[in-house]
């Protein structure tokens, strides 16, 4: 058995039209988006006229029939541009609307699926709630069977895209009882009546809007029960842990950015007749930080090579995530730090990858829960 290390021609293809878009196209859009915290909706239109949106999808249904590997190139070269767009990107192209393509009926699909394929409706996934944190069997949010569908009550809270949203992916407990078939999901289509969604404002990925969501006998009719079955809780697993692999590549790209400035910044910032980089201090934290970098790279698309070979656990997604995230912390804080006073003025870019770094060993399971996830792994009752 050989180890191969190398990205496919096709691969390195994904990452410079993503790259070039960047820099052609949407990173003029990045300040407006950042200082009105209001993203432009008609990005998603052209993600979906580059195929962008379907990249983890097969052709056959739509997509562009890429592999996780290229799903986690785009992740990180939108993330080195701009947490916050890649967040909205990353909401709706897999946690919106990976699980209508999984288990969606076919009408689910064609009604919901394809037109937010083409970027021609804007999705959300609303699972976390104000009291429930990470623990996804906790949710309150109740759907009550009633004649012709259901009625859902509750609250949402950090729904990324829930202000911009066409619809929205709803966890509901269908049955009291703390088991795996109570739990089902809905697809909500939005405006409807008693479903409220409050804007938030944030100090991080402000360029991508979230929203706090109350919902007030909220009638779903039966054809927009996810798969017209109940107990679709495994579907929430297996998309948060491949979705754990997707934004670690987010992690990695703004590790990456925040790497990228602070070298550049250190290459021209003079003192004492010489750049700050030659001095060993600053060296030795660059030289920390591209070292952390390197190894988050490779467990990231260690982690996106077993969602494709299928072998992916929700443990090796723990470790991927938790590494890539808590690295995207610490190297934008340690270019923060070689900035000195330069780094919290806005027109360094090294803050604001620190404050949306921040963002992700919190969002999609805390680093916490991914210490417990491979600590159960190893054995230990981790409580």
């Known amino acids: 058995m050989s180890l191969n290390f190398e990205f496919s021609a096709e691969h390195h293809s994904v990452r410079e039209m993503v790259s ?9 859009l990045v300040n407006d988006a950042e200082e009105s915290e209001n993203f432009p909706k008609e990005v998603f239109r052209r993600w979906g006229e580059l195929g962008l949106i379907g990249v983890r999808y097969p052709e056959k249904d739509g997509g562009s029939d890429f592999d996780k590997i290229s799903d986690c190139i785009v992740r990180e070269e939108l993330s080195y541009m701009s947490q916050g767009f890649a967040s909205s990107w990353s909401a709706h ?16 699909k064609e009604r919901f699926f394809v037109p937010a394929l083409a970027g021609e409706m804007v999705s959300g996934f609303g699972l976390s709630e104000p009291d429930g944190g990470s623990n996804v069997r906790a949710l309150k949010t109740r759907a009550e069977k009633v004649s012709g569908g259901w009625k859902l009550n509750g609250s949402k809270l950090y729904i ?12 509901a407990r269908t049955k009291p009882e703390l088991t ?29 809007e979230t929203g706090l969501i109350f919902l007030e006998d909220v009638f779903v009719p039966d054809d927009c029960l996810l798969g017209g079955i109940e107990g679709t809780y495994p579907i929430i697993l297996e998309s948060l842990s ?7 590549a987010n992690s990695l790209g703004m590790a990456r950015a925040a790497f990228d400035a602070a070298k550049n910044y250190a290459e021209t910032r003079i003192v004492a007749n010489k750049p700050i980089g030659e001095y060993q201090a600053i060296a030795h934290k660059l030289a920390d930080m591209s070292a952390e970098i390197e190894a988050a790279k490779w467990l990231v698309y260690y982690g996106a090579w077993r969602v494709d070979q299928g072998t992916l656990d929700s443990a ?14 610490r190297v ?13 003025m806005q027109e360094y870019p090294v803050a ?18 991914q210490r417990n996830i491979i600590a159960r792994d190893m054995g230990f009752k981790c409580r």
């Not at 949203?165 to 966890?171: E, G, N, Q, Y």
């Not at 491949?242 to 670690?248: I, L, S």
């Open 242 to 248: 491949e979705n754990r692999v997707g934004v670690a």
């Open 180 to 208: 795996m078939d109570a739990i089902s999901l809905f697809i909500v289509p939005l405006p409807s009546k008693g479903f409220e969604v409050h804007k938030l404002k944030k100090e991080g990925i402000r360029a991508s």
């Open 160 to 171: 990324t895209n829930a202000p911009i949203a066409d619809f929205i992916l709803v966890a």
């Open 20 to 28: 070039k878009l960047c820099r052609e196209e949407l990173g003029a």
């Open 316 to 329: 090796t997604a723990a470790r991927v995530k938790l590494i890539a995230s808590e690295t995207a912390v």
């Open 93 to 108: 192209t897999h946690l919106g609307i990976w699980p209508i393509w999984k288990a969606g009926t076919p009408e689910q």
């Open 352 to 369: 604001r990858i620190h404050r949306d770094a921040l963002v992700y060993v919190i969002g999609e399971g805390t680093s916490e829960i």
């Open 332 to 344: 934008s804080e340690q270019a923060i730090r070689i900035h000195g006073g330069a780094g919290i």
